[in-house]
């Protein structure tokens, strides 16, 4: 089961089908679900990520699949 990429792809619906009013609110409550996969995969590249680490690439993966909508994390600017 892969959650945390199904959670990245349910929080990018979300801001860009619902327009929440406190997007940051929402990653701060749930990133270490959206990131569950993450440190795992880092990992695996030999990496010994923080939590910040797995966090930031978390919104690296995000802003990626915000990319394929023509849009980008800078569109909302709190949750950079």
Not at 46 to 67: C, R, S
């Amino acid at each position: 089961m892969h959650t945390g990429s199904r959670l990245r792809q349910l929080f990018v619906t979300l801001l860009l089908f619902c327009e929440p009013s406190r997007p940051h609110h929402l990653w701060a409550e749930f990133r270490p679900n959206i990131c569950d996969d993450l440190s795992h995969r880092l990992r695996t590249m030999g990496l010994n990520p923080t939590d910040e680490d797995v966090y930031d690439y978390g919104l690296f993966l995000l802003d990626n699949l915000l990319k394929e909508s023509g849009r980008t994390l800078r569109d909302w600017p709190v949750m950079l």
